[in-house]
């Protein structure tokens, strides 16, 4: 009998802590539970309140939209293969009206909500703070701002609009009017008692970012894309023919790209 003892003990070991695993709510790694783990899953952590049923109730109306909005973006391939789609673009939208509003408010009043998945029965917490909400929100803001169209400003209240300054590299833009150009469509002046220099790779902020359609008023009917940086320099860029009265950052820059003028922008979220 002495022989059975050593491999009955390691089937009980095991057994033990396999029962152990799943109460505690660890579970093997599958896609349904990776998908999860995508949204917001985490560690509990001590101390921090339960959501109220009104707040998760928010939540799951805004994981509706989003997931809408993921799936029509992902139609569209990867980021380098991006484009106006008009189902992207709206879903797009919905989600991150929804989705700011609680990055603000969660920022400052983070919660968790603990359950039982319906499909793996392993207990889990779910941890809502403004960091995991951005994170969840990343694509849907990011396609919205370069694709959603707008009638005249290109700034948002959501991220901050950069320019890579490469094309201006370690040409002094002296004051006023100057003779400096970006490719063949943008004229570029010096609107501050200084000289600016710019270096290569240099990302500069805009203050901002304006379309201006056709046969618009404030611009002698000239349709062209205006913006300005934090030091003061000022682009004017002409012959940017978008369809209609509104585009977007992505169309600009694409259109002035065909023209053999480079005007690399980036939204960064905030």
């Known amino acids: 009998m002495k022989q059975f003892k050593q491999p009955l003990l390691t089937v009980l070991v095991i057994f033990a802590t396999a029962y152990v695993l799943t109460v505690v709510g660890c579970a093997p ?5 990776q998908a999860k783990t995508s949204e917001v899953e985490t560690t509990t952590q001590p101390g921090m ?9 928010k939540i799951k109306t805004f994981r509706s939209a989003l997931d809408i909005a993921n799936m029509n973006i992902a139609k569209l391939g990867s980021q380098a293969n991006w484009k106006y789609e008009s189902n992207a673009v709206s879903s797009g939208a919905t989600a991150t009206k929804a989705c700011e509003p609680l990055i603000t408010y969660h920022q400052a009043s983070p919660c968790q909500r603990s359950f039982t998945d319906e499909k793996t029965k392993v207990a889990q917490t779910k941890v809502y703070s403004g960091e995991n909400l951005r994170q969840q929100c990343q694509t849907a803001r990011l396609y919205t701002y370069d694709y959603a169209q707008k009638a005249e400003s290109l700034i948002v209240t959501g991220a901050r609009l950069y320019f890579d ?3 201006l590299a370690n040409q002094p833009i002296e004051v006023g009017s100057v003779d400096v150009n970006i490719g063949e469509n943008c004229l570029v002046s010096n609107l501050t008692s ?7 790779g240099q990302e500069v902020l805009l203050t901002a970012a304006r379309v201006y359609p056709p046969q618009n008023s404030d611009n002698g ?3 062209m894309f205006v913006f300005e940086t934090e030091q003061g320099i000022k682009v004017e860029c002409y012959g940017v023919e978008y369809p209609g009265v509104k585009t ?4 600009v820059v694409r259109l002035l790209k065909a023209k053999n003028t ?3 922008l980036r939204y960064e979220l905030l």
Not at 248 to 251: L, Q, R, V
Request: charged share 25%; hydrophobic share 30%.
């Open 29 to 33: 790694a599958g896609k349904d539970l």
């Open 49 to 57: 309140r339960t959501c109220s049923a009104d707040e998760f109730n």
């Open 165 to 167: 300054a490469s094309s």
């Open 194 to 200: 200084n000289r600016v220099t710019y270096s290569a």
């Open 221 to 223: 009917g000239l349709q």
């Open 248 to 251: 977007s950052k992505a169309e």
């Open 262 to 264: 480079n005007v690399p």
